[in-house]
């Protein structure tokens, strides 16, 4: 293809030097297009998201070559980083999901050999893969958040019971650095949820548990960190987690179910505080839970979200006119951009 036109703008057939402004930074470019471009998908990795990558990464491959692109697809093992010395890779298109992918590890690697990638970078990975760290983040910027405590090494579960008398009557259990609802569980007993906290810990390395708010599951996706079209997730289940993300057919994702405009426009601000304030780039996706009184208490980041049949930011790009080829473009054009810049 010659060049990419969507509602956001036109990049345009670069066809000799030119300047000018994309993405919020002036640049200074003379490929012909982003087909000139040679893209490397990154998927795979160890984790215990490694299912979700593969298919994340296989789903951008294909988005990009059915646009024209030259890519490869590279099953990623943290113990053979070999392909990130391919002198002909332009950009690493990074489609890992949870730990080494998105914690920050692989960033900062890419960071240190002066790479060009694609998604946040390793700071604001690192903050928005540790729910504790970005919740202080999130705190600091003003945005409404549950409450949590943090499970320490020493507590037993007598004493986490303790702790949590008073509390609502349901808290979430979660580890502190897993994605896709891995190591979640609901509980409405204490001593329960308690014991349940103890097992997280010790399963997972951390964890934390958190005052369950009762509300409609909302997601904004952000690009070039401005928010797409609000999602709700209205899954058959009583809880969102890693089956019926990724597995389930029956969860249902709708637009357009908010009434108050007023709402909405808060929703996606609140996404928009949540992408800056930990410094992302590129792409992303924040969670929420939005309260009968239509506050919307985030959830988490996601600075690397899925791009599955059943992932989220795919589907708000669409619904704001961003086929899958021209949305896998952009950011692949964007993480070449950005390095360019700061080389320069």
């Not at 000799?16 to 990795?45: E, N, Y």
């Not at 240190?112 to 928005?128: I, P, V, Y």
């Not at 409404?144 to 259990?173: S, Y």
């Not at 992302?280 to 996706?285: I, N, Q, Y």
Request: with cysteine.
């Amino acid at each position: 293809m010659a060049g990419m036109t969507s509602r956001n703008g036109v990049f345009g057939n670069l066809t000799q030097t030119k300047k000018r402004k994309h993405f919020g930074i002036d640049f200074l470019m003379t490929i012909k297009s982003i087909t000139d471009l040679h893209i490397a998908v990154l998927c795979g990795g160890v984790g215990s998201e490694r299912d979700v990558s593969l298919l994340s990464g296989e789903n951008i491959y294909h988005a990009l070559t059915r646009g024209g692109c030259r890519a490869i697809l590279h099953d990623l093992n943290p113990q053979d980083l070999s392909i990130l010395d391919d002198k002909a890779i332009d950009v690493f298109f990074l489609a890992l999901h949870g730990q080494f992918g998105e914690d920050g590890q692989l960033q900062a690697i890419l960071e240190k050999k002066n790479l060009a990638f694609t998604g946040s970078g390793s700071k604001a990975s690192r903050l928005a893969f540790d729910k504790i760290a970005a919740k202080r983040v999130f705190a600091e910027a003003g945005l409404p958040l549950a409450k949590q405590i943090v499970v320490k090494d020493t507590d037993t579960a007598v004493q986490l019971a303790a702790k949590l008398d008073g509390w609502a009557a349901k808290v979430v259990i979660k580890p502190i650095r897993q994605g896709s609802s891995v190591g979640v569980e609901i509980h409405t007993d204490m001593p329960t949820a308690a014991a349940a906290a103890i097992r997280c810990r010790d399963t997972y390395g951390d964890c934390m548990i958190e005052e369950f708010i009762a509300g409609r599951e909302m997601t904004v996706g952000l690009l070039e960190g401005k928010a797409l079209p609000v999602l709700e997730i209205r899954p058959k289940v009583t809880f969102y987690d890693y089956h019926a993300k990724y597995q389930d057919d029956s969860t249902e994702y709708l637009f357009d179910t908010l009434t108050d405009a007023a709402v909405v426009k808060r929703l996606q601000a609140a996404g928009e505080t949540v992408f800056a304030s930990l410094g992302c780039r590129h792409l992303g996706r924040a969670d929420f839970i939005v309260t009968e009184d239509g506050t919307p208490y985030v959830l988490e980041m996601n600075t690397l979200p899925g791009f599955t049949s059943h992932s989220l930011l795919p589907m708000a790009a669409r619904k704001a006119g961003i086929g899958m080829e021209e949305l896998v473009q952009r950011i692949a054009l964007a993480g070449w951009i950005d390095h360019s810049n700061n080389t320069r």
